[in-house]
Structures are given as C-alpha cells and as structure tokens.
C-alpha cells in the first residue's frame, strides 16, 4: 500500500506537491479549507485547519501529515502528537514559524546572525527602540502576517498606536532595526526526521511591495565565504529548531557584509519554485522525500542559472488560460506553472521557471513569459 501523505492547507504549495507524489509513488490528500482551491485536484476533504475534530477525521487516513501554510493552532498539533499521529515538521519546531517572537529569542539562543530586536508593547517602549536605533525601526505582528502584511517602517512611537491598542494581555509587537541591506537572500534546507540534511545553493530574491517578485539561482555575485555562511546558518536553524521537511531562511545582505536572518518558513517556499525545473530534485519532491523520511534528493542545479519569475495579478480581462498558447510559442524554453486562481491585483497566480547559461537572457525570457500573462 502507497504511504498516504496528508497536506493541510488547499493553497499553491500543496497544489505543486501532487505531480511530484505521483512520481513517488506515494498517495497525498488535501484538507482544503473550501471547495475550488488551488489543490482541489488532491482534496479529500474540506473544513477548518482550527478545528481539532476535522483535523483529527482527516489525519486518521494519512501516515504522515505535512503542511500548505504554518497556521494550524499549537493546540490541534500537540493534540495529534500525543495521539501518535506523524506531524512534520512538528509543533515544537513549527512554533518559530508561527511567532516572530518565539523565532528571534531561540535564533538569540543559537546565535545565529538577525537584527537587533525587542518586543514592544506601549508607544513609548517603541519610541526608546527608535532613539535606540536612528529613529527607524520595521514593526511586525508576531503572528498571522506574510507577503508584506503585518509589517510597517515607523519613525515614531505612534504609529503603530492602532496595532498596540489591538495587543490583548502579555503580547507585544516586534521591533526589528531598519537593515541596510543590499540584496535579500533565502537559503532552504532539507531535513529528514533522523537529521540528515542538504542544502539548495543560496538564492538571490527581489520584493516588490513585499511580495517576491523574482529569484535568481544560484545568488549572483556570491563569493564562496557568503555560500559557506548561508549555508550553515541554514544548517544551524534546521537543526537548533528540530526542522523536518523543507526550511526556508530568508536573509538580509548588508552593506557591511554581515548576513542576517529576516523570517522563516517550513515548508516549500516561494524563493525555491526555481528549483522545480532549475535542480535535480525540486523543492516540492524533497519536501514530501524528507516527511516521509524518504532519502534525500541531489539538489545541484542543471545549468548555471536558473531564474523564477512570479505572475502577480493576471490579466485584467480573460483568463490565465486565454494567455498559455501565445506565451508558450513565443517563449518554448519557459516553464510555466499557474495555480489554479481567478486573478486579482497584486495575487500570486502563478509562476515562470527558466533555466541556462546566460543568465541576462534567462531572465529576459522569464521576463517577458510572465508578462504574457498579465
């Protein structure tokens, strides 16, 4: 009989797991939380990740459930960890990706590299951050936010009163010092439950309203010291945190040439869908490789450069669909993946992948392939 994998969470991520759990030969089902999401093609079963009954119905089909997004309440993992039920990666390590609080007082524990940071839970804790840190400081949610959301550049205590005024009991807000970087990197490891673990080569990434716009494989320019230093940083928090499946560690290039840890995530991540057509093993398939505890898969690129490009929006009239056959025949070398979603401003709907070379004419193509569908 296949092992049966569970992914909660209907989303993108579970979406491009499918193709990858055929070749495996293993058997995935999806806990969609509605009808028509982007992984409808591998749902089972529809309902809310928060409910602990739904949840456990569904993992009681499954050997091993894995996860689409890091929502799924601490209450509800721990409850089917004490159950017996196979959760990778686990509620212990999943609490760092669930709050930015949590995640900076453990990396401080380790001692990995990330910016000064405080909690803050009054206009004026905040304000002494900013005299503390040249007037400037980013303001998170500890918990809920992503792609730009639950975060905010403040000059003054006051301006994130609405946020404060929304704290309840002992929460607080995270304070993190303006870094002066120069680029965004991201830096993913595999680890399966025994610890054995492999890297993917350190990855340039580019925002745009803070949302991933591009990624570039490997990171251009990158000296060997800079690869060396990802990668154990990568290591370090995959093992220190008790990481199983993918880990991704998006990182601040300064320009004082530190490297600092921004945010994690466990789980296929955006800054790795180069690697579905610009690796040996793609992201996708290590995933489901490391929580099935499967052997880990060869992640040297198969060219030089390898290039990802987002398709934010959609087009403003027709569908994604309308757009394949022109996009296709003028850019035959482009590999690209949609999702499945009606197109809205600013949504992630889909992706292009290319691989070669020259890296100017890869990311020329991958370019002008996703803009065929906007």
């Given amino acids: 009989m296949a092992l049966r994998v569970g992914v909660i969470g209907g989303g993108q991520l579970a979406r491009m797991m499918i193709a990858p759990a055929v070749e495996l030969g293993l058997e995935l089902r999806v806990l969609a939380e509605e009808e028509g999401m982007a992984a409808g093609l591998a749902a089972t079963a529809v309902g809310d990740y928060r409910d602990l009954d739904t949840v456990r119905a569904f993992a009681a089909d499954v050997d091993v459930l894995t996860f689409d997004h890091e929502h799924v ?6 409850a089917l960890v004490a159950e017996g039920i196979a959760v990778h990666p686990g509620p212990d390590a999943l609490q760092f990706a ?18 000064e940071w405080a909690p803050v839970r009054s206009a004026d804790d905040l304000q002494r951050f900013l005299d503390e840190h040249d007037g400037a400081a980013v303001v ?8 730009g959301k639950g975060v905010r550049v403040v000059r003054s205590g006051a301006e994130a009163q609405d946020w404060l005024d929304a704290l309840e009991g002992s929460d607080a807000l995270l304070a993190e010092e303006l870094v002066p970087f120069v680029r965004e990197l991201a830096q993913q490891v595999a680890r399966r439950p025994g610890g054995e673990m492999i890297p993917y080569p350190v990855v340039e990434t580019v925002q745009r309203d803070g949302v991933c716009a591009e990624v570039i494989a490997p990171a251009p320019a990158a000296t060997e010291r800079l690869a060396e230093v990802a990668e154990d940083i990568g290591r370090r928090i995959a093992e220190g945190l008790g990481v199983t499946g993918m880990l991704a560690v998006e990182l601040f290039e300064t320009d004082d040439e530190r490297i600092l840890v921004n945010e994690l995530a466990m ?10 057509d610009g690796a040996v093993t793609g992201q996708f398939e290590q995933h489901l490789r490391a929580v099935a ?5 060869d992640t040297r690129p198969r060219a030089s450069w390898a290039v990802m490009v987002n398709i934010l929006g959609g087009p403003a009239e027709g569908t994604l669909g309308d757009r394949f056959e022109a996009a296709m025949a003028a850019h035959p070398d482009a590999k690209i993946h949609t999702y499945g979603k009606a197109p809205r401003p600013g949504r992630k709907v889909g992706h292009v992948n290319v691989a070669g070379d020259d ?3 890869a ?12």
Avoid at 363 to 370: I, S, T
């Fill in 363 to 374: 990311v020329y193509v991958a370019r002008a392939a996703a803009a065929a569908f906007v």
């Fill in 293 to 297: 505890d499967l052997p880990l898969g």
């Fill in 98 to 115: 669930q709050d930015k609080l949590v995640m900076r007082a453990r990396l401080a524990e380790l001692g990995v590299p990330q910016p």
């Fill in 73 to 78: 309440p601490q209450e509800v993992l721990r």
């Fill in 140 to 147: 998170k949610t500890p918990r809920g936010g992503y792609d």
């Fill in 267 to 276: 789980r296929p991540h955006n800054s790795g869908h180069w690697s579905q």
């Fill in 359 to 361: 890296l100017d004419d």
